[in-house]
């Protein structure tokens, strides 16, 4: 096995974690240590045994996440593949196969790659006298509820996985990959949808959000004019024409939320993904776009609940993101913000009164410079509450979805308002709380 991946070209650096490099080194010092002794003692025997039952636990450690099934050893090599950015990976993503002599390189490292789906391991099992890779490499798993693993990063892994298990060839193994980086990409903004950001190990990284809300824009009842108008902004976007950063406001518990999530459910196949940013990481933006600048993936930066107080001045930051600074923003990038604040900063009366005492002389500045982030926004939605017609039909709605028929239309009704009454007020989210609330009840 060493000799087959020291041979690799453009996927070389696999990094001295990657499993396969570990496995690579354990078989090489085994092979060894049994061709310079006549006989390999107890100690040395025991010691390569606890590593390879380490590896494979790491193996079922890393199935277990991404849902591999069937032949654990050939669903983590199709893995390796489709996880693996190189200059190589990257330039096929979203665009396929170019004409290049690196790809006499690629064909080559895929070669070895098929040598490696159908390594035989029946040799190393019988001088150790294990049978690990003999029950990974035919395993039945636990069915696991689809919260519980990366079902998008699964389902991905295992249709390329039996592609390439099948292929007669390298040049076939080629086309099945770079026809994958074309359709869904490479590494992890291939693979995952929605992301969010750290800086606990010290440099900032962008992290996958493993499972993600599989919401659409037809889940929220109303609001049709506000979905659409993010919807014809969103499809500019992904298509490469001018497009708009987004704000959504108004009253609590809308849908606004729930609209930005639908929106990367819908365009997701098309090429975009999304980045949640909290407000204490503003700061973290420009590294953040560095990161993500030269990749053939369309972003929004997603900000929840956006709102600053009086005090607070991360604002400035991402006014400086959005409109400011030498570097322009690139092409690839858009910020979509809900906020319950129509101007996100808050305002006091203190910065509109003529009659009190102001330390700062020009207010007019202070307003206009309150006031200025939200017109970096080219794009305003409002999301107002309902009127209580308007929320009657959202319950309605959502009832016949639920199939709840327990209930006449009138005792739906007055059940709803009474539950409005009580428990937040007129809003989408109330009514989803209320149908949540009746399908719970045992009839």
């Given at each position: 096995?060493?000799?087959l ?6 996927y ?100 070895i ?40 990063v ?136 560095s ?28 006014k ?85 028929s ?22 989408g989210?109330?009514?989803?709380q ?10």
């Amino acid at each position: 096995m060493y000799n087959l991946i020291s041979k690799l070209v453009v996927y070389k650096n696999l990094g001295d974690n990657c499993l396969l490099v570990k496995l690579a080194d354990v078989i090489k010092e085994f092979d060894y240590l049994s061709e310079s002794r006549e006989k390999i003692n107890h100690i040395d025997k025991e010691n390569i045994i606890s590593r390879i039952y380490t590896l494979i636990n790491e193996l079922l450690d890393i199935a277990t996440v991404y849902g591999f099934d069937n032949n654990l050893w050939q669903n983590y090599l199709a893995y390796l593949l489709i996880s693996t950015e190189n200059p190589f990976s990257i330039i096929c993503e979203k665009s396929g196969s170019k004409e290049g002599t690196v790809n006499i390189f690629a064909k080559s490292d895929f070669k070895i790659f098929k040598d490696l789906f159908h390594y035989d391991f029946t040799v190393l099992e019988e001088k150790l006298g294990i049978n690990c890779f003999s029950i990974i490499t035919n395993y039945k798993a636990i069915e696991k509820n689809s919260t519980r693993y990366n079902k998008n990063v699964s389902d991905k892994v295992k249709m390329i996985c039996d592609k390439i298990a099948a292929a007669k060839d390298e040049d076939e193994i080629f086309k099945i990959v770079t026809d994958f980086y074309r359709d869904y990409g490479v590494g992890k903004f291939g693979l995952n949808k929605a992301f969010r950001i750290s800086k606990e190990k010290g440099d900032l990284e962008i992290i996958p959000i493993i499972n993600t809300r599989d919401v659409r824009l037809s889940d929220l009842v109303g609001y049709e004019m506000q979905k659409q108008k993010l919807v014809e902004n969103t499809k500019a976007f992904v298509e490469g024409k001018k497009a708009n950063n987004v704000l959504l406001y108004g009253d609590s518990g809308t849908g606004k939320s729930t609209s930005v999530k639908a929106i990367l459910n819908e365009f997701y196949d098309r090429g975009l993904r999304m980045i949640e940013i909290y407000k204490h990481q503003i700061k973290e933006l420009p590294e953040v776009i560095s990161q993500i600048k030269n990749r053939n993936y369309k972003f929004i930066l997603y900000m929840d609940d956006l709102s600053f107080e009086e005090f607070e001045t991360e604002y400035k930051y991402l006014k400086a993101v959005i409109e400011g600074g030498l570097e322009n923003k690139p092409d690839n990038i858009l910020i979509y913000a809900t906020s319950n604040r129509r101007h996100l900063i808050k305002e006091t009366w203190k910065d509109r009164s003529d009659m009190e005492y102001n330390e700062d002389i020009h207010r007019s500045d202070t307003i206009e410079e309150k006031l200025s982030l939200v017109q970096r926004f080219g794009i305003t939605i409002n999301y107002s509450a309902p009127s209580r017609d308007e929320y009657i039909k959202i319950v309605k709605e959502l009832a016949a979805r639920e199939g709840i028929s327990y209930l006449s239309e009138d005792e739906l009704i007055a059940q709803a308002n009474r539950w409005e009454l009580y428990n937040g007020g007129l809003s989408g989210r109330t009514a989803q709380q209320f149908i949540n609330y009746l399908a719970g009840k045992e009839i």
